[in-house]
């Protein structure tokens, strides 16, 4: 269960020198925060995709990891998890869509619990196999239909949403704790709107990122 250390660090095309090219590409295109590029650069992405696609893993691009699903683009991963930071640690995370646990990863590095829900239970295992690995223990999961996120465990101070809704689920907006934030990919496939959500003594704050391309967010589980 344990890794080597070469198989945390990688050689060839997953070697420290790749991952220190893809933080740099990360930094040119305007991440800045420290605390984050630290956890890209650390952690084996190499891990999260089929050992088929690993020479790719640092790679600046989404990439398959079966049933239909992706791990999502680093610069992606790194915009997200700057904007949950950027009004202060939150001390819950919930995290809806699991997929490969990378994203799920790079948070448990930076948060103190984080809470994840995934629909497809092969994904979720997986997952669970490299949280294991990596020996992340302040991770929650739960095999569950993402848009229902996980109600009996929340408030969240902030939540991260990793496929795409044609609309906010007010169910996620119902979890989300007085101050809290959300940053979620709205809209149909090719024409989706990152957006960051803050909770007010008003209601809802919405503030569009920039437009980015996920999977779409699907109900029920498999």
């Known amino acids: 269960m344990r890794l080597s250390e070469q198989q945390k660090t990688g050689i060839g095309m997953t070697s420290q020198r790749t991952r220190d090219r893809l933080i740099q590409r990360l930094v040119e295109q305007g991440i800045n ?14 891990l999260f995709v089929d050992e088929a696609m690993a020479h790719r893993a640092y790679e600046d691009t989404a990439l398959p990891i079966g049933s239909g699903q992706t791990i999502s683009q680093p610069y992606v991963v790194a915009r997200m998890t700057e904007v949950i930071l950027a009004d202060g640690i939150p001390d819950k995370v919930l995290e809806v869509g699991t997929g490969s646990g990378y994203q799920t990863a790079i948070l448990a590095q930076l948060v103190p619990e984080v809470l994840t829900v995934e ?3 092969a994904l979720l295992q997986q997952a669970r ?3 294991k690995q990596l020996r992340l223990r302040n991770i929650r999961t739960r095999h569950s239909d993402g848009s229902w996120g996980w109600p009996n ?5 902030a939540i991260v949403v990793t496929a795409a809704p044609g609309e906010v689920p007010d ?3 119902e979890q989300l704790a007085p101050g809290g934030r959300m940053v979620i990919p709205v809209g149909e496939s090719g024409a989706q709107e990152l957006k960051v959500i803050r909770r007010t003594d008003q209601g809802f704050d919405t503030e569009v990122l920039e437009m980015v391309s996920f999977v779409p967010l699907l109900d029920g589980v498999s």
């Open 33 to 46: 925060r420290i605390s984050v590029l630290d956890a890209i650069r650390s952690t084996p992405r190499h």
């Open 119 to 121: 629909r497809i239970k």
């Open 129 to 131: 196999f490299r949280f």
């Open 153 to 157: 465990a929340g408030p969240y101070d």
């Open 171 to 173: 169910q996620l907006l």
